[in-house]
């Protein structure tokens, strides 16, 4: 079972220095098979995958090309701890493992997006 699968929406992550990052908000399997989002379908819309793209990206304030990445592989979105904190997304191949409730996130991922 992928790392991803294990998630569960209010988890902690933590870096691996076990500094707190915040906890799961949310999260998205990720689909595999969508090479790229030019002319493809959203089964849940029936819209085009390129609007469902641009609207992650503009709702999260991420580029593009990263919001098409983790709508492709699949992400977490954390809810940052602190008052004008945010929120930070990460991929799929980002998460190092689960323990319990907690999610550890890899060596050298930047929380910052």
């Known amino acids: ?3 991803i699968e294990q998630v569960r929406e209010g988890m902690h992550v933590v870096a691996p220095d076990g500094k707190k990052l915040g906890k799961v908000e949310d ?9 790229t989002s030019d002319g493809q379908v959203d089964p849940e819309t029936g819209g085009l995958v390129g609007s469902v793209i641009n609207d992650f990206a503009e709702a999260s304030k991420l580029s593009h090309h990263t919001a098409e990445r983790l709508l492709r592989i699949g992400y977490v979105k954390v ?5 004008f904190a ?3 997304y990460l991929a799929s191949d980002e998460l190092d493992r689960v323990e319990g409730d907690t999610l550890w996130v890899k060596e050298g991922v930047h929380t910052d997006r």
């Open 1 to 3: 079972m992928s790392v």
């Open 27 to 35: 999260l998205k399997m990720g689909d595999p098979e969508a090479v």
């Open 79 to 83: 809810d940052k701890p602190g008052l």
């Open 86 to 88: 945010g929120h930070a």
